[in-house]
């Protein structure tokens, strides 16, 4: 009888350990307090360089990390809804929206301040004005990209339907601008920087953070992108995330202090040439800035496309919680 109820005992046991340790996406838990691995995803993109370098590396800890990129912002969400990323690489504003339905994030940190351009194969063009009655191709709609470049060209007097967009991925608007298909577009790094190598006739008329500063101060900062993190996890782990977080800066630091050491990575892992990236690196804004210190910027940020357009943030600004706290 005693043999029967210790075997009971230990059967509910293991499944009470089973249950427990089930709540991470990748199924694996440390140490206590530990996490056995983050999962990181991202797109494919300069700013996603400072993750290649950490790409199978592991924290003071041991925690190891487990990187998945992703090919749009549609896949990343979904798997932000699903739990099924720790760390997210996701545009300021869709952050914003994933949070204001309900979905249980904080801003982790802002890494991105100004990838975007427009870029132009005609002489006459100089200003956002003079693309009236010009086509002009533009990433995917509600893009960051689609966002501030309708945001501009609003501000600049011009209405809307006056200058017709087309939208189309970055690196097939890239191809298309080097076979003379496309005149104007507004392209990020480093399919800017492929364009000006290949079309020897192509011109950067606008760098959007400087446009950024006209309209808001010369001290604006243009929050773009960075990351948000689980809360769940994050509440279970925050030594794990201290740890990552400290890595992240100091892989960032390094990427933009050593460009020429951080080509090869990227140029394995993202496909992107070596001396695109290079090049792409002088235009690339890049600077690690925890959730709580960005927030002054980034709340400036998302009211501006809150006024112009409240659904581009998600219908509402967020609130306080919204910024992972130190």
């Not at 992107?272 to 804004?285: L, N």
């Not at 112009?308 to 219908?315: I, Y």
Request: one cysteine or more; aromatic letters at 10%.
């Amino acid at each position: 009888m005693f043999q029967r109820v210790l075997v009971i005992f230990l059967f509910l046991a293991l499944m009470l350990n089973t249950a427990c340790t089930g709540d991470k996406p990748a199924g694996e838990t440390g140490s206590p307090g530990t996490p056995g691995k983050i999962v990181v995803q991202a797109p494919l993109a300069p700013p996603t360089a400072p993750l290649f370098k950490m790409a199978g590396e592991v924290l003071p800890d041991g925690t190891r990390l487990e990187i998945i990129y992703y090919k749009s912002v549609e896949e990343a969400t979904t798997r932000v809804v699903k739990g099924e990323a720790d760390f997210s690489v996701l545009p300021v504003n869709v952050a914003a929206k994933l949070y204001n339905k309900g979905v249980d994030i904080s801003l982790a940190n802002v890494s991105t301040w100004g990838i975007l351009y427009l870029v132009s194969l005609e002489n006459d063009v100089r200003e956002w004005t003079d693309l009236k009655g010009k086509e002009l191709y533009v990433g995917a709609r509600g893009s960051t990209p689609d966002i501030l470049t309708q945001y501009f060209l609003s501000q600049s007097g011009l209405k809307d339907g006056e200058v017709p967009l087309t939208y189309l991925d970055s690196p097939e608007i890239a191809r298309m601008m080097i076979n003379d298909l496309a005149k104007n577009a507004v392209l990020p790094e480093p399919m800017l920087t492929q364009v000006l190598i290949n079309r020897k006739d192509a011109r950067v008329v606008r760098d959007f953070f400087s446009d950024w500063q006209q309209y808001q101060g010369d001290s604006a900062a243009l929050p773009q992108a960075g990351m948000v993190v689980l809360n769940g996890f994050a509440g279970k782990y925050p030594q794990a995330v201290a740890e990552f977080h400290r890595a992240y800066a100091g892989a960032l630091d390094w990427t933009v202090a050593n460009p020429t050491k951080a080509a090869p990575l990227v140029e394995t892992s993202a496909n992107i040439p070596a001396p695109v990236f290079i090049q792409s690196m002088e235009r690339t804004r890049l600077r690690f800035v925890p959730g709580s210190l960005a927030r002054a910027d980034v709340d400036v940020y998302l009211s501006r496309l809150f006024d112009f357009s409240p659904e581009m943030v998600g219908g509402k600004l967020p609130d306080e919680k919204f910024y992972l706290s130190d």
